[in-house]
Every structure is written in structure tokens, then in C-alpha cells.
């Protein structure tokens, strides 16, 4: 059984990772960097192209069942590559995802509309309005002094984001901004001017409907 740091100093495909960077990896290069090493009879290398093999005909639909059913891959390890393979599409769906509305909003954060505190949360965009991040800034009653602008736009600059997106859940399920809801707005578009990160929306959620700033010529 050959493991990568068996293999000819040519043909480690960690140390080409290193030397070369990521993108210079085959699919079977990658997988056996994830991997580490194979079973007597079959090294690393030839087991890692029977997995692409299988993820060429079935990457959407893959199970754990049909990676386990390849010789030499164990429970363990299978459940490594499909967690892997999970992870890389919810991120890839996260930033294709793009938002063009307040109902686009109220859809990506919908899971807040039933929770029993308050969430004030940021959505960050890039240039062609693609979610970055989303983020749980404060949870509890909003008022001023709990929502700084600091914590809002500090991940908001590191993001390098275009526009900013701040929302909050109603859980009493009104929808209509209270005085502090204004309050926040208007001190956060004033900080979002200063930083040149152009505060897009408030959208206020609640399990009925939402309210957003930007469609009542708020912002």
C-alpha cells in the first residue's frame, strides 16, 4: 500500500500542491490529497482515479453507499469526500445566489421569520449584487446603542463588498419599522457613505410578509 509520501517526489501530489498551487492538481491528485493513501494492491493514486470515475457519471446524485462500494475506500473516508463535495456546493450556490429585491431578501433569511428574539443580520454584495457573507451581527431588542456601526461594516470592508444589506426579524409579527428602526437606518447610511459601502436595504421580517426601507422610499 502506497500512501503520498511513498510516492516519487514528482508524483506527491501535496507536494505539488505546495510548490505549484491548488489549481495545478488533477481531479485524482485532489482526491488524493483528501484521501492520504490507499490499501494493499491498490496505491493512492489508482484509487483516487476510481473515485472520479464515479463522480464523473454521478456527482449529483452521489451516495455513500456507491463511494463505499468502491474497493478500498471505507466508511471514513467516503464520508470525507461527500462532505466535502457538500461543503463545495453550498458554497458555490451561496455565490451564485444574487439579490435584486426586498423579497429576494426575505427569502434567503426566511429561516429568522419564526425565531423568538430579534437577529439583526447583514447580507454583503459584490459589484453585481452576488451574496458574499451573511451574518448574524446582535441578537436581542435593537436600539442604538447595541447595533454600533463598527460591528456592521467591519466584516463588510474585509468582504471588500460592494453593497450592504441590514435586516431584522419582528417576532411580535409586525411590519412597520419602529422609531429605533429608524434611528439605526439612518446612522448606518450616514457610516455607509463615509466607508463607500452603499447601504442597499432594511428589510424587516416577520412570519407574514416583510418591510423593506428601500420599496417605502426610505433609503
Known sequence: MKTIKELHNDDKPREKLVKKGVESLKNDELLSVLIGSGIQGKDVRKLSRGIVALLDSSFHSLTLEQLCNIHGLGIAKASQILASIELAKRYTSQANKKITSAEDVSKELKSF??????????????????????????????????????????????????????????????????????????????????????????????????????DEGLL
Open 113 to 214: 421569520t419564526t425565531k423568538q428574539q430579534e437577529y439583526f443580520l447583514t447580507i454583503t454584495l459584490d459589484g453585481a449584487s452576488h451574496i458574499i457573507n451573511t451574518r448574524t451581527v446582535f441578537i436581542g431588542t435593537l436600539n442604538q446603542s447595541l447595533v454600533h456601526p463598527r460591528e456592521v461594516f467591519a466584516d463588510a470592508i474585509a468582504d471588500r463588498a460592494a453593497g450592504i444589506i441590514i435586516a431584522h426579524n419582528h417576532p411580535s409579527g409586525t411590519l412597520s419599522a419602529s422609531c429605533a428602526d429608524i434611528q439605526i437606518t439612518e446612522r448606518l447610511e450616514e457610516v455607509s457613505k463615509l466607508v463607500g459601502i452603499e447601504l442597499l436595504d432594511h428589510v424587516i421580517l416577520a412570519k407574514d410578509g416583510f418591510y423593506s426601507f428601500a
